[in-house]
């Protein structure tokens, strides 16, 4: 099957235009944990399929590095705009995406028929402590105490169509980041897992912000993730509704607009094209 290897900010997939589906590999799970290997295989983040949609212009399947399947990801979705863009094959501004979380709008600024960035529209955050979803009392989870093996945690809930966990610390340097991130992705509090952001403060307009991300573990971006960090930071009055997100392979701009919309600016890089040969022991 032919693949194009692509990231955004160093979150990294690999895209195949599955098209129809039709001759395509049916254990997407497997598929995806052999292609991903880093020594094995192609290596990424996760794989992602574009299929034929009846409601938009493609559907995007987001399938992790450990074989589950994610809602969406604001970094694949970038990298998906390009793709289809320069690839002449949605030659549209504005592209209709067909996710798990509902369809999304990236628009592509571009100059000279190149890509320069995309900015996407990525909805309402749900707040809702059902929505993340989480167990517990009804209402939002702003501040809230999370008991994690002995060590309490100061955590919002945000979902982007996906669950996330944001936890504000003085230095994310000091974080422990595979010790602890994996031990409240798969907190009892939360059913179906959840990504967990640690973020630290620099002003009310930025934020530096490293990521354990469900299914995939440590990523260098994650642009659901942003786009909760800005809710939770202005959930907990900390920062004002449009922020400079650093994470480790960039920033990303995320603006909490007035209407209730989260809107997300960064670049995507398409890195190389290949065939891929599935592997059958």
């Given at each position: 099957?032919?693949?194009?290897?692509?990231?955004?900010?160093?979150?990294?997939?690999?895209?195949?235009?599955?098209?129809?589906?039709?001759?395509?590999?049916?254990?997407?799970?497997?598929?995806?944990?052999?292609?991903?290997?880093?020594?094995f295989g192609i290596g990424a983040d996760g794989l992602v399929l574009l299929?034929?949609?009846?409601?938009?212009?493609?559907?995007?399947?987001?399938?992790?590095?450990?074989?589950?399947?994610?809602?969406?990801?604001?970094?694949?979705?970038?990298?998906?705009?390009?793709?289809?863009?320069?690839?002449?094959?949605?030659?549209?501004?504005?592209?209709?995406?067909?996710?798990?979380?509902?369809?999304?709008?990236?628009?592509?600024?571009?100059?000279?028929?190149?890509?320069?960035?995309?900015?996407?529209?990525?909805?309402?955050?749900?707040?809702?402590?059902?929505?993340?979803?989480?167990?517990?009392p009804a209402g939002q989870v702003v501040g809230e105490n999370l008991e994690?093996?002995?060590?309490?945690?100061?955590?919002?809930?945000?979902?982007?169509?996906?669950?996330?966990?944001?936890?504000?610390?003085?230095?994310?340097?000091?974080?422990?980041?595979?010790?602890?991130?994996?031990?409240?992705?798969?907190?009892?509090?939360?059913?179906?897992?959840?990504?967990?952001?640690?973020?630290?403060?620099?002003?009310?307009?930025?934020?530096?912000?490293?990521?354990?991300?469900?299914?995939?573990?440590?990523?260098?971006a994650c642009g659901t993730g942003a786009c909760a960090v800005a809710v939770?930071?202005?959930?907990?009055?900390?920062?004002?509704?449009?922020?400079?997100?650093?994470?480790?392979?960039?920033?990303?701009?995320?603006?909490?607009?007035?209407?209730?919309?989260?809107?997300?600016?960064?670049?995507?890089?398409?890195?190389?094209?290949?065939?891929?040969?599935?592997?059958?022991?």
């Amino acid at each position: 099957m032919f693949f194009t290897k692509v990231h955004g900010l160093g979150n990294d997939f690999i895209v195949v235009n599955a098209g129809t589906g039709e001759g395509f590999p049916d254990d997407y799970a497997s598929l995806a944990v052999e292609m991903c290997d880093r020594k094995f295989g192609i290596g990424a983040d996760g794989l992602v399929l574009l299929l034929d949609s009846g409601v938009a212009d493609v559907r995007m399947r987001i399938i992790n590095s450990d074989g589950s399947e994610a809602e969406m990801c604001g970094n694949a979705i970038r990298c998906v705009a390009k793709y289809l863009y320069e690839h002449n094959i949605v030659r549209k501004e504005e592209i209709k995406v067909e996710t798990l979380a509902g369809i999304i709008a990236p628009q592509v600024l571009h100059q000279d028929g190149k890509v320069q960035a995309v900015k996407v529209d990525m909805g309402y955050p749900r707040l809702e402590r059902t929505e993340i979803p989480m167990l517990g009392p009804a209402g939002q989870v702003v501040g809230e105490n999370l008991e994690v093996d002995g060590e309490n945690y100061r955590i919002t809930t945000v979902s982007m169509g996906n669950p996330h966990c944001i936890i504000f610390v003085p230095d994310v340097a000091a974080v422990a980041l595979t010790e602890i991130g994996p031990r409240i992705e798969t907190h009892p509090a939360f059913p179906r897992k959840t990504n967990v952001e640690f973020v630290q403060m620099l002003s009310p307009r930025e934020v530096k912000m490293i990521v354990w991300e469900r299914g995939a573990g440590p990523t260098l971006a994650c642009g659901t993730g942003a786009c909760a960090v800005a809710v939770a930071g202005v959930l907990n009055g900390l920062t004002e509704r449009k922020v400079t997100v650093h994470l480790p392979g960039g920033p990303l701009e995320i603006e909490w607009a007035e209407n209730g919309k989260l809107y997300m600016t960064g670049p995507a890089t398409e890195v190389f094209h290949g065939e891929y040969t599935v592997y059958k022991p």
